[in-house]
């Protein structure tokens, strides 16, 4: 099996970054493939411009770099995205990948008098989401339930895909780290699990 692992974090020195190469190291050692998107080190371009614009208007032919990206998205078995938390939700690097890949007739279908259709449903999708806050601040002012459901059911559920892993490796900047790093390997072990299989 094949996975995509998606990161958005501009320092490869990142813990995020960390968390992708156990992510990897998981899947190596399960006995399968993956491909790293290092969006920022590829110079992605996450501007929403006119051409995006059009292509969910009339379905126009994306542009070259939004067709690459949806390939990458279609050779995979699995999709993991690994990102910081920036001011409780996604930095914008990756929500402008999402925003210009995850377009009508690609993720769904839908027109003016027509319902959407979820084009997804065969993507099992592992979100991996770093923050310094501790998880008594996620729990207290409600952004883990928030970020939830804006990220795991606005976007993906949204498009059918299923998300699988949605965890919150939080207090990553006062001692949670290498819990992380264990986390993100275990992960990548199991990312095509019989969970996964069966979904």
Known sequence: MHALIVV????????THSVVTQVAAGLAAAGHTFDIADIAAEGFDPRYTAA???????RATPPADVL??????????????????YWWSLPGLLKGWIDRVFV????????????????????????????????????????????????????????????VTSELLL??????AQAHLQKARAVGQGLFGAETLAG
């Open 52 to 58: 995006d614009h059009q292509v969910h208007r009339t």
């Open 104 to 163: 009508n007739g690609w993720a769904i279908e839908y027109g003016p008098d027509t319902p959407v259709v979820k084009k997804l449903g065969h993507l099992p999708v592992h979100l991996l989401a770093l923050g310094a806050a501790d998880d008594d601040a996620f729990d207290r002012h409600g952004y883990a339930k928030a970020m939830r459901t804006q990220i795991d059911y606005g976007i993906f559920d949204y498009c059918g895909a299923k998300v």
């Open 68 to 85: 690459a990206e949806q390939a990458r998205v279609d050779r995979a078995d699995a999709l993991v995205l690994a990102f910081p938390i």
């Open 171 to 176: 207090d990553s900047e006062s001692g949670g």
């Open 8 to 15: 958005a974090h501009h320092d490869p020195q990142s813990l």
